[in-house]
């Protein structure tokens, strides 16, 4: 029997991973806040968030988080600083025993937990699993070739999932270390609002390339202090999600440092932006393990409004050189 699927959230990348799912013949519903989202996808079998792409008619909508107790299968698709609120909202309506795939990336301002932290506050005694790598919600939901990882501390757990979401061209591949691959995924989006900056800055190709070593070298040192696999943050959750993000438009994190390094002022974010709302809870949690993320603590600075982006610009280049990369 093929196992029932809810998406929780039903932004672009919410949508996307549903409409693979839906595509592949798996009854697939998706739980959104707004009235109006539903009855669009539901008669329209189309999503503002997507526009252009049809989505399949199989693929149903409701409001009413009641709709997730015949769930073998939750993807919470919500922004990190929503995710305890709105975890904790759908608990009591979860099928006994489903599986919680986390893809939200980010880390929670105030407690400084990753995903699978507030999910286990939020939502106990569930299993949990994190999907996370390089992927664009117009590409997954337009078919086109990508892979990600799914990270549970239960191998089996992983291959499972794996084997339920894989298509032809959606690709996940299984991984226990849900530590590397979720900081991978917090700190790629703080280092894509740096590249975006870097380029409407017009500060070269060179620079964007030394940003992102340098940036790597953080979420390398960061993931490995917290326990991670130095081989989880060289593959798709890591690299792989850091060299897609920060090299693209249709990265809302790159877009947003377009936008910050046009202006040439300080930052402004939304909790759309992920970058933005965890680049200060990324540097806090950064501190707590003794780790520097010097280009992570810039961008911090920047959208909180503590200087200027030539101010922090000058910050970096004066640092000093050190006998090593």
């Not at 922004?79 to 904790?88: G, K, V, W």
């Not at 400084?112 to 999907?131: K, S, T, Y």
């Not at 070269?204 to 917290?226: H, K, P, Q, T, V």
């Not at 090299?247 to 440092?257: E, I, V």
């Amino acid at each position: 029997m093929k196992p029932n699927i809810a998406v929780l959230g039903a932004g672009s990348w919410g949508v996307a991973l549903a409409q693979s799912c839906a595509a592949k013949g798996l009854p697939t519903i998706v739980i959104a806040r707004r009235a109006e989202v539903v009855e669009e996808i539901n008669t329209a079998h189309r999503s503002e968030y997507l526009p252009g792409i049809p989505l399949d008619p199989r693929l149903s909508t409701a409001t009413d988080m009641a709709a997730l107790a015949n769930a073998d299968i939750v993807l919470a698709v919500i922004p990190a600083q929503a995710a305890r609120a709105a975890l904790s909202a759908a608990a009591p309506h979860l099928k006994p025993g489903a599986a919680l795939v986390l893809c939200q990336k980010g880390v929670e301002r105030g407690s400084l937990a990753l995903p699978h932290e507030v999910a286990r506050e939020a939502a106990p005694n569930h299993l949990l699993a994190i999907l996370t790598g390089p992927s664009f919600a117009s590409d997954v939901a337009s078919g086109l070739p990508t892979a990600v990882t799914i990270a549970a501390e239960d191998l089996a757990l992983a291959r499972t999932l794996q084997e339920t979401l894989a298509t032809r061209t959606f690709r996940p591949y299984p991984s226990t270390d849900i530590i590397g691959a979720q900081v991978g995924g917090a700190l790629k989006n703080v280092l894509a609002i740096a590249c975006g900056i870097v380029v409407a800055k017009g500060l070269g190709e060179s620079a964007r390339a030394a940003l992102i070593a340098r940036g790597y070298a953080e979420m390398n040192r960061l993931a490995l202090a917290m326990g991670a696999r130095a081989e989880t943050l060289a593959g798709l959750s890591g690299l792989g999600d850091l060299a897609l993000t920060c090299a693209s438009t249709q990265s809302r994190n790159f877009s947003l440092g377009v936008r910050i390094g046009e202006a040439c002022g300080a930052g402004q974010g939304g909790p759309t932006y992920e970058g933005a709302a965890t680049a200060a809870a990324a540097v806090a949690l950064a501190a707590k393990w003794n780790v520097e993320t010097p280009i992570c603590a810039t961008v911090a600075a920047i959208v909180d409004n503590q200087c200027t982006v030539d101010e922090a610009v000058d910050a970096l280049l004066e640092r000093p050189l050190k006998a090593r990369e």
